[in-house]
């Protein structure tokens, strides 16, 4: 098959996805911010809709390097290495069995090596310059013309990040219409917060070594609950911890100093990682090193009582006068959940809330044409 033109998109890295097309599909201008940002993305060459290579930038100037075979599967793998600043080393090239030549185990190695009749090295590409690429779709069967041209067909921007549209409805009493059905909102009171540094922490109380922090006054603060009650169930849809008593002027994403939201895509969020079912609210010096947070008390004192289903949260106290936690149930489970701090128009926290992205947001109701949320 000779090869004169290849269509261009870009995606989110694909994992163990298996298709023609992306999963996950970005625009070419996110993927140029990611290369810029040394962050990972995947690019797809294509003609006349049929998958032929699938590009993979890695951190630390790696590359890999997928060949399809004739039904859409990858057959062959091809790994780089940055050699000096302009050049990519060949370290690995691996044909992959298909599914039915070894039964579930898809993608396993039959054979690797790289062959002494290839050059083993290739010019790094900037962003765009996917010729670099070309040449080996040869080891595929195809024959590339002298002249490949590219046809970027990558999907336009979108809206950007999530937006914090009706944040104040996840925390208002009443009937709600959810994707699951007619659901009723109600308000829980989870407690009071002690901040001692002026620092707020956001986080997995099983996991407390990345928390999202928030600079507040030291002082007492109420947590409160949003609770989705459905015929079959109760959860915690959202929850806030209130500093001040007033609405807030605007809402911003709660972000580390390192997060940039033009890297991120349509509907994306940077948002506090669970892997427990539990989410806190707690000072940030709590999350250092708490001889008060090691595994023997979680388990006793704060996930043994929330696995029932009348507990939504758990206050752990601190020393006297010290820092408490208020902990409690993370929506349906583990991910990844946006926080947003409420602001003054003078930049004063007022609030920040965990959305347990129970609700469809306005943005996601736009997005997928009214039929709920769609994946973060």
């Not at 163990?16 to 290369?35: C, D, N």
């Amino acid at each position: 098959m000779i090869i004169d033109s290849l269509d261009v998109s870009y995606g989110d890295m694909w994992g163990s996805y298996e298709g023609p097309a992306h999963p996950a599909p970005m625009p070419s201008a996110l993927a140029a911010r990611r290369h810029a940002a040394g962050m990972p993305y995947a690019v797809l060459l294509s003609s006349r809709e049929r998958p032929l290579a699938m590009v993979e930038r890695w951190p630390r100037g790696r590359w890999r390097l997928y060949l399809f075979d004739d039904a859409s599967r990858r057959a062959r793998m091809i790994d780089f290495e940055p050699l000096g600043t302009d050049k990519l080393l060949e370290v690995r090239n691996t044909r992959l069995k298909a599914s039915d030549e070894q039964g579930d185990d898809a993608g396993a190695e039959s054979g690797e090596g790289r062959s002494p009749a290839r050059v083993p090295h290739c010019p790094a590409p900037a962003f765009g310059d996917w010729q670099v690429f070309v040449p080996f779709l040869a080891q595929q069967g195809h024959e590339p013309a002298a002249t490949v041209v590219l046809n970027d067909v990558s999907v336009e921007e979108g809206a950007g990040p999530l937006r914090p549209t009706g944040i104040e409805r996840l925390l208002a009493p009443g009937p709600r219409d959810t994707p699951d059905g007619p659901a009723v909102v109600e308000l829980a009171d989870a407690g009071m917060l002690r901040i001692t540094s002026g620092q707020l922490a956001v986080t997995d109380p099983g996991f407390l070594s990345d928390p999202r922090i928030v600079a507040v006054p030291p002082g007492e603060y109420p947590v409160t609950l949003s609770l989705l009650r459905t015929a079959r169930s109760v959860e915690v849809a959202a929850a806030r911890v209130t500093f001040l008593d007033t609405p807030p002027h605007a809402w911003k994403m709660t972000l580390r100093a390192d997060e940039d939201p033009g890297l991120l895509g349509e509907g994306e969020f940077y948002g506090v990682g669970v892997d427990s079912g539990t989410v806190a609210f707690m000072d940030a010096t709590r999350a250092v090193d708490d001889e008060m947070l090691d595994d023997e008390v979680l388990d006793e004192q704060v996930f043994a009582p929330l696995s029932f289903v009348d507990r939504s949260s758990v206050e752990l106290p601190g020393s006297e006068g010290g820092p408490n936690l208020v902990a409690f149930s993370a929506g349906r489970g583990d991910g990844s959940y946006p926080v947003w701090t409420g602001r003054t128009e003078e930049g004063q926290a007022v609030c920040v809330v965990v959305d347990f992205r129970l609700h469809p947001t306005d943005q996601e109701m736009e997005t997928s044409g009214g039929t709920g949320p769609s994946p973060a």
